[in-house]
């Protein structure tokens, strides 16, 4: 069959430069399509089978896709039950402007040249942040400030999540990359690494070969990571002494956090907050 073009005048509001749209569905399956303008698309609920440049891939809940005008594809439910997503189509010339304001540091050429669309697996909080960003689209507003609220947004997602992508990254599960996300809240950090073998519900055999395999760091070293940052953060942030610091970051031993920190950021964490305050 051959693909439908979808076009940008009959599926974008021209006044805005955009459409955003919420779904339930068990199917949205009615042929395959392309179109002359951008799409990112969330999924909210359920599972999704995209069929995407003659390949298939399943969608889960917070998994995020930058849909390019060239791809062409279709998405049906994965398992016969309904699911949701959202939607927001925008134009080239939103895209254009957007990665001429960014600059050569974007990676739009890495965006747009992949096979598949570009994947983000977001946790659950930002999965749910961005709902509402999105769904606010929609509220009723002069058609200037709508384009102007839509290309911040654009710039938000973009520099957020696809600023570091890379189709390695992509390769990572789901449930790994979701698992190191809500590890970065201080309060699971700071309980450490049963913590993390809690939160990705696998065996510690199997978190510790996927760290190694997808990140290159054991589970301790990611964990340290987090919590050297969080105590960076307090120097400068807080009235803090540096030995309450290394408590407050989950570190049990003050001669062993000044190593380590001293390892990082080549100073100690006196120095390091009398450089920087």
Known sequence: MEPKM?????????DTGYKCRYVRSDTEYFRPHNHN????????????????????????????????????HDYKSADGN????????????????????????FPAKTLLSTQLPPIINLSPSKKDELFF???????????????????TL????????????????????FWLETTCERMKKPRNFIAGTERMYELSGKSREHLSRSMKKYYGI??????????????A????????????ICFECGFENVSWFYKIFAEKYKT????????YI
Do not use: W
Not at 235 to 244: E, R
């Open 218 to 231: 054991t589970v301790s070293e990611f964990i340290t990571g987090l919590r050297l940052e969080y105590s």
């Open 268 to 275: 100690t964490p006196v120095k390091y907050r009398k450089k």
């Open 6 to 14: 979808l076009d940008a005048k009959y599926h974008l509001n021209m």
């Open 133 to 151: 960003a999105l769904t606010e689209l929609n509220q009723n507003m002069e058609n200037e400030v709508a384009s102007a609220k839509m290309r």
């Open 37 to 72: 303008y951008y799409e990112l698309f969330m999924v909210l609920k359920g599972e999704v089978r995209h069929i995407i440049n003659n390949k298939e891939q399943n969608l889960k809940e917070g998994q995020l896709l930058f849909i390019r005008d060239f791809d062409i």
């Open 82 to 105: 309904y699911f949701e997503f959202i939607n927001l189509a925008f134009s080239r010339e939103s895209f254009a402007g957007l990665t001429a304001y960014l600059g050569a540091g």
């Open 154 to 173: 654009l710039c938000e997602i973009f520099t957020k999540f696809f600023m570091n992508y890379s189709e390695k990254k992509s390769e990572i599960p």
């Open 233 to 244: 953060s307090l120097l400068l942030s807080s009235n803090l002494s540096a030995t309450d």
